[in-house]
């Protein structure tokens, strides 16, 4: 019987981690500290005085997923085991799972198979406790508020517009509508409150988008949590919040260093959902991986239309980071899946249905191709259940598109699976070709930049919104943050805003359900759909299978 993802994690070799990143990525004791013997986080100081080479940056994105996820940071495992197998010192750069799906649907996020970030139990569960530092200092920051009102409301918040909400890292839908402070005069003014997850958070945001602890402060002070009733905005610095919300970020920022089961560096940091967030790892992180390694692998969460986008329009517009190539991660049974097969359904080979799902495919290679200006290879993560007849509908289709198609088995193979998707990335990162672009500029209007991505990116005719979401649209313009780019909140299941309009629909209209300002974080979060950024956890929860036995040894974590 084969192996879990677990069973195969636990038998690994690992190597302690200070020595492996003296040898491997030239970092001291001195620049570490140890959680445990496999785990240490990376000194920000050490990181700003090395100067290390200036590696090629390798983006994974996939095509629209199924619910299971196509493989994306198996992938990206994958591929950066293989391309230091080939001899290039390779980093990879990933987010770190939140506990909402590890213990919702999807399972864990630290790769599978053969393909996988050790030590994955730490990793899906807890970790080194940066989601709970930033559930802390985002929660602090709620306390503050209704604490300053109770004691007299100086700043006089209008209770009605109240705009920071709670979080809590774990899927719980009886949270989304809250009210707060019931119980009498003691425990202050009651109203509605309710709680996202972690991951939508915009300190979750912040942290991932700071350059440094000075930029983090003074993001977290542009926060805007409130309003008064004449609707100016009051700030987390009106509440003196910054400081004592970087000091509980203080360990937080600094980047996790483990490692692959074959004992290559990887760092793991931060972890907005893409489909509520920007969905991309910190930019120290992968700044201090470009230093440490000529090859970085990163990836941008869920499908290119959403990931990609937003790696691309907020988080290389802010940092200067520029890909020089970019994999998406498909599979034959998320082909099938957009050419109409039920998911139970999609282990039994349909060439027909993959030759219908191949526009969803097509529509994120012309968009990394010609709207964002990045070459691109497509990895076939490989599952036992494909056909050679399924593959070769797809390899014929791609060959009239002029896009490499590589079949990678680096779930079972590890490594050894992912050689030729290794040489083809470099081939692709050294070719020079790499001229990237945004889907809009800085001077373009709110409106306007929700419009290029939504005609421009998910292929709809137009835009729309109600005239209350149309006037705080108009608003923001006029407050002056129409030079924020635009953070599209929507389901990660379609180009459309509907999850069961599969494959590549067109002529659909956007609808813009509720927009956010993220001040601190420096975009605009246009909320489309049924979205919500509260998930909540489903009829047969992964949870019910993870279990510990008396010695610690956890089982059914996957």
């Not at 760092?267 to 700044?287: E, R």
């Amino acid at each position: 019987m084969a192996l879990s993802d677990i069973q195969i994690a636990q038998a690994a070799t690992l190597k302690p981690v200070l020595p492996l990143a003296q040898e491997r990525l030239g970092i001291p004791a001195s620049a570490l500290e140890p959680y445990g013997h496999y785990k240490a986080k990376i000194d920000l100081a050490w990181l700003d005085r090395h100067s290390g080479p200036s590696g090629k940056l390798v983006l994974v994105t996939a095509i629209s997923p199924t619910p299971a996820g196509e493989g994306k940071t198996t992938t990206v495992v994958g591929l950066g085991d293989a391309l230091n197998r080939i001899g290039k010192r390779c980093v990879i750069a990933l987010r770190e799972p939140s506990l909402g799906p590890v213990f919702g649907m999807k399972g864990g996020a630290a790769g599978g198979g053969h393909a996988q970030v050790v030590p994955m139990e730490d990793i899906n569960l807890h970790f080194t406790g940066d989601f709970n530092a930033i559930a802390l200092a985002h929660n602090l920051l709620a306390a503050l508020i209704d604490n300053h009102i109770h004691h007299g409301n100086a700043l006089g918040f209008d209770l009605r517009r109240i705009v920071w909400r709670r979080v809590i890292d774990m899927n719980d839908r009886a949270l989304r509508s809250t009210v707060i402070s019931l119980g009498g005069s003691g425990n202050g003014f009651p109203r509605e409150d309710g709680f996202d997850i972690v991951v939508a958070s915009e300190v979750m945001a912040i942290f991932c988008l700071a350059t440094s602890r000075r930029d983090l402060k003074e993001r977290l002070a542009r926060i805007i949590v409130g309003y008064t009733r004449d609707l100016d905005p009051i700030r987390a610095s009106d509440l003196q919040a910054q400081g004592a919300m970087a000091a509980l970020l203080k360990d937080a920022i600094k980047p996790n260093l483990v490692q692959t089961l074959e004992n290559n560096p990887a760092i793991i940091h931060g972890g907005p959902f893409a489909n509520i967030a920007h969905g991309c790892n910190p930019v120290i992180a992968t700044q201090a991986a470009l230093k440490l390694g000529d090859y970085v692998v990163t990836e941008a969460g869920f499908g290119a239309d959403l990931g990609a986008e937003k790696f691309i329009d907020i988080k290389c517009r802010k940092s200067g980071l520029r890909p020089d190539a970019v994999v998406i991660v498909a599979t034959l049974r998320a082909l099938k899946y957009h050419g109409g097969v039920d998911l139970k359904d999609l282990a039994a080979p349909d060439p027909a249905a993959v030759e219908k799902g191949l526009p969803n495919l097509e529509r994120h290679i012309e968009n990394i191709r010609h709207r964002h200006g990045l070459p691109c290879v497509v990895a076939l993560n490989h599952f036992t259940s494909d056909t050679k007849t399924e593959l070769a509908v797809l390899r014929r289709h791609m060959e009239r598109q002029g896009v490499p198609v590589v079949m990678a088995r680096h779930w079972a193979e590890g490594s050894a699976g992912a050689e030729e998707l290794a040489h083809a990335v470099v081939r692709l990162a050294e070719s020079g070709t790499a001229q990237m672009r945004f889907v809009y500029e800085d001077a373009d209007s709110l409106w306007n930049k929700m419009k290029a991505i939504a005609t421009q990116i998910y292929g709809a005719s137009d835009i729309s919104a109600d005239s209350a979401v149309r006037a705080r649209i108009a608003r923001l313009q006029q407050e002056g943050y129409g030079h924020y780019p635009v953070c599209v909140a929507k389901t990660q299941y379609s180009f459309s805003t509907d999850p069961k309009r599969r494959g590549a629909p067109s002529g659909h209209m956007v609808n813009i359900r509720d927009v956010r300002l993220a001040a601190g974080a420096e975009f605009v979060v246009m909320i489309c759909g049924d979205i919500l950024t509260m998930p909540g956890l489903p009829r047969e929860p992964a949870s019910s299978r993870i279990d510990i036995d008396d010695e610690g040894r956890i089982s059914g974590l996957f």
